[in-house]
């Protein structure tokens, strides 16, 4: 049974940081991806940053660029997602998520088709 865990939300003043952390058990496929979303109540679940397991590349939604650095541990178990230099308008419920691979073309890393698992996610809340 695959189990993504987050950890690591609270609450900050703005300009603080966070570090999330996500425990990822039992996949047995073939992993693309892993991701950070961010959703709030209302509103889509947003891409916040994304890493290719095989080459470590990862992408950024535009508002987090600079300030955010996502990572995964060499065995694939832990993801985490450093948040410096943090915005109210950071606040929210962050996702951790997990691709398979092959994954469609079509999806970019921060899309949310591009991803089958999802964690139950933890709660950012940043205040001005």
């Known amino acids: 049974q695959v189990k993504l865990l987050e950890s690591g939300g609270g609450s900050v003043q703005a300009g603080g940081s966070l570090r999330l952390s996500c425990a990822v058990s039992g996949i047995t496929y073939e992993r693309c991806c892993m991701g950070w979303f961010r959703q709030v109540p209302g509103k889509e679940r947003q891409g916040v940053a994304g890493?290719?397991?095989?080459?470590?590349?990862?992408y950024y939604g535009d508002s987090v660029k600079g300030r955010f650095t996502i990572s995964l541990t060499n065995d694939h178990k832990t993801l985490t997602l450093q948040m410096d230099s943090l915005k109210p308008e950071d606040t929210g419920t962050y996702y951790c998520a997990s691709g398979k691979s092959p994954t469609p073309s079509w999806y970019s890393i921060l899309d949310v088709g591009k991803f089958q698992d999802w964690g139950q996610g933890t709660q950012v809340t940043v205040s001005s």
């Open positions: 890493i290719y397991v095989k080459s470590r590349d990862a």
